[in-house]
């Protein structure tokens, strides 16, 4: 009986052994030089971060996977630009979350060991999702299976700036620029952190260093109208949000910046012209409700800042908020402390 336990054991752990390395659904295959050039231009694209240019990376990913659709790392990077077009409001945010998720997990069905894919995973679990534990969980495993990947350090390093471990941010954000410095993408994650830590100055110096790159980078502008605007220079901010303006026309972010900086140096009618705006978007527009929710708050009417800021936070867009200098006007209010524990930062 005993020698037929042990036999039935070993027989047991043989199985599971061999469903663990089984190998995945569709074995990496050879890839057309097609499919790889559709890609690598997807990553081009994929890397300048604008509205527009992430739709065209997104399509030509696309296009790759109708070409092979066993190519794991081409649903990798569609979940990509589906993530990051969730977490930077570009379209409904649980609709484009959900895209996300799946192409993630298609890539992972395809080959586990698609380190994008977890990246991709782990910035949907914190940037929508809220939940700070399952994007720890899949950052690491990304890290784990590609320790040079420095858009997962990066998100590693929002992850953790926006629930206010701002040292471990700081560290994660110097891996990712050690791996990859010339980065423009890069550079402005390590741009905002400087901003959300408040040394304004040192966001001016990193914005300039990037334009300097790439004069025309929409994110980079925001990024000087942002450090301009928390130096009180709102002659400079207003002009940097009207150039990031001018380079893009798939969002409102541009112009509820620009609102908010007429709102704080007192040119208030111009402030809730834009908010009407907002407030009535056109059929084609997404408005964050976090837009709002700013423009509101600093308008100084706190009621309509916290009933758009609850609106962010049911629609996954307020992950900034722990850290975001523009609701600092709010954090003293019962109701921002509740909204606060909503999205579990508190």
């Not at 604008?50 to 990077?77: C, D, N």
């Not at 450090?227 to 026309?249: M, P």
Request: proline share 6%; hydrophobic share 45%.
């Amino acid at each position: 009986m005993l020698a037929a336990g042990v036999a039935a054991v070993f027989l047991l752990a043989t199985a599971v052994l061999a469903w663990r390395s089984a190998p995945p659904r569709n074995p990496k295959q050879a890839v057309s030089p097609q499919v790889a050039d559709l890609c690598a231009k997807a990553r081009f694209f994929w890397n300048k971060r604008t509205p527009e240019v992430l739709r065209t990376s997104l399509e030509l990913y696309q296009q790759a996977i109708r070409f092979a659709p066993g190519y794991a790392p081409a649903y990798a990077g569609e979940a990509s630009c589906y993530a990051v077009m969730a977490v930077n409001s570009q379209l409904p945010a649980d609709l484009t979350a959900r895209q996300a998720i799946e192409a993630a997990n298609e890539a992972i069905a395809l080959d586990p060991n698609v380190a994008e894919a977890h990246a991709a995973l782990g910035l949907v679990a914190f940037g929508i999702r809220y939940d700070w534990g399952a994007a720890e969980s899949e950052l690491s495993r990304a890290l784990a299976l590609d320790p040079n990947m420095a858009s997962a350090h990066k998100y590693r390093a929002l992850c953790r700036l926006y629930t206010g471990r701002t040292a471990e941010a700081q560290a994660e954000m110097r891996k990712a620029l050690e791996l990859d410095p010339l980065s423009v993408s890069l550079r402005v994650g390590e741009g905002m952190l400087s901003y959300y830590l408040r040394h304004y100055h040192q966001a001016v110096e990193k914005a300039h260093q990037i334009l300097e790159m790439d004069p025309a980078f929409r994110d980079a502008h925001l990024m000087l109208g942002l450090a301009l605007e928390g130096l009180r220079d709102w002659t400079g901010a207003e002009r940097e949000y009207n150039v990031a303006a001018l380079a893009s026309t798939g969002d409102c972010e541009s112009i509820a910046r620009l609102a908010h900086v007429y709102a704080r140096s007192g040119r208030t009618r111009k402030a809730r012209e834009i908010l009407d705006r907002l407030l009535k978007p056109a059929p084609d527009q997404c408005v964050d409700p976090y837009q709002v929710a700013f423009v509101y708050t600093a308008l100084g009417q706190t009621g309509p800042a916290l009933e758009w800021l609850e609106k962010a936070v049911r629609q996954h867009t307020a992950i900034p908020m722990k850290v975001d200098p523009y609701l600092d006007p709010l954090r003293g209010d019962p109701g921002y402390q509740k909204l606060l524990a909503r999205a579990h930062l508190n």
